[in-house]
């Protein structure tokens, strides 16, 4: 009788271990199952945010190049003109961007140098020329609200034509050009602004441009991850290579 209870209870151990260990496998399957989802929600966010970075990113330096371009296009354009007494008669004098105050020329070709260095650069060396950009576009700003006020140029310009020192123009009026070079001026603050608020979660260039010696460093960081492929396939390149 005994042995009859002690082989039934050996076949109900038998019975509850196999049941175990057949219910393991679909668990240990609903977890593997559960992991991709969690990683495919990780990657997928990842990868909206790295997209949304490169926006910003092209945003930014196109702020950067249409402000300089703007102020590059109306330096040479008239800012202010008049007329000079020259022998009892009038001749008509005026004065560009660039003669009232070349610096402003200047600096829109340093926003547009930061613009395009903005790619090329990451972290403590973007905020820095995010910094320069700032001051470019603050000193652009500056300089053409002055020259829209400006008369120094046209009585030089005015001086010269009556070949007389101290001679003045007369009737000297303002065109609106210096106020589209103030223009171009905020945007090349608002690029600076932004590369420097928001500059070091931009992507750099892709390394399909860096040196053979950091491909060769990467390689043998060990197998490509499914974040390695999402972002390959981010910066355009093939991830099956």
């Given at each position: 009788m005994s042995d009859a209870r002690t082989e039934a209870g050996a076949a109900r151990a038998g019975t509850e271990t196999d049941g175990r260990a057949a219910g393991e496998p679909a668990g240990a399957a609903a977890g593997r199952a559960a992991e991709p989802g969690e990683a495919g929600s990780v990657e997928d966010r990842a990868l909206r945010e790295r997209r949304a970075a490169r926006r910003e990113l092209t945003v930014t330096v196109l702020l950067a190049l249409v402000g300089a371009a703007l102020v590059l296009s109306v330096a040479g354009r008239t800012w202010a003109e008049g007329t000079a007494p020259v022998h009892g008669s009038r001749i008509a004098v005026h004065a560009s961007g660039n003669a009232i105050n070349k610096a402003?020329?200047?600096?829109?070709?340093?926003?547009?140098?930061?613009?395009?260095?903005?790619?090329?650069?990451?972290?403590?060396?973007?905020?820095?020329?995010?910094?320069?950009?700032?001051?470019?576009?603050?000193?652009?700003?500056?300089?053409?609200?002055?020259?829209?006020?400006?008369?120094?140029?046209?009585?030089?310009?005015?001086?010269?034509?009556?070949?007389?020192?101290?001679?003045?123009?007369?009737?000297?009026?303002?065109?609106?050009?210096?106020?589209?070079?103030?223009?171009?001026?905020?945007?090349?603050?608002?690029?600076?602004?932004?590369?420097?608020?928001?500059?070091?979660?931009?992507?750099?260039?892709?390394?399909?441009?860096?040196?053979?010696?950091?491909?060769?460093?990467?390689?043998?960081?060990?197998?490509?991850?499914?974040?390695?492929?999402?972002?390959?396939?981010?910066?355009?390149?093939?991830?099956?290579?």
């Open positions: 402003t020329s200047a600096l829109a070709l340093l926003g547009l140098a930061g613009g395009l260095a903005v790619l090329a650069t990451r972290t403590i060396g973007r905020t820095a020329i995010g910094a320069l950009v700032t001051l470019a576009g603050i000193g652009v700003t500056v300089l053409a609200v002055r020259g829209a006020g400006d008369t120094s140029a046209v009585n030089s310009e005015a001086a010269g034509k009556a070949a007389v020192e101290g001679v003045r123009a007369v009737d000297v009026s303002h065109t609106i050009w210096p106020w589209f070079a103030a223009v171009g001026g905020v945007l090349i603050l608002l690029a600076g602004l932004l590369v420097v608020l928001r500059g070091r979660r931009w992507p750099g260039m892709s390394n399909r441009y860096e040196a053979p010696a950091g491909k060769a460093v990467a390689a043998k960081r060990g197998p490509a991850t499914n974040a390695d492929l999402w972002n390959a396939l981010d910066r355009g390149e093939d991830p099956t290579r």
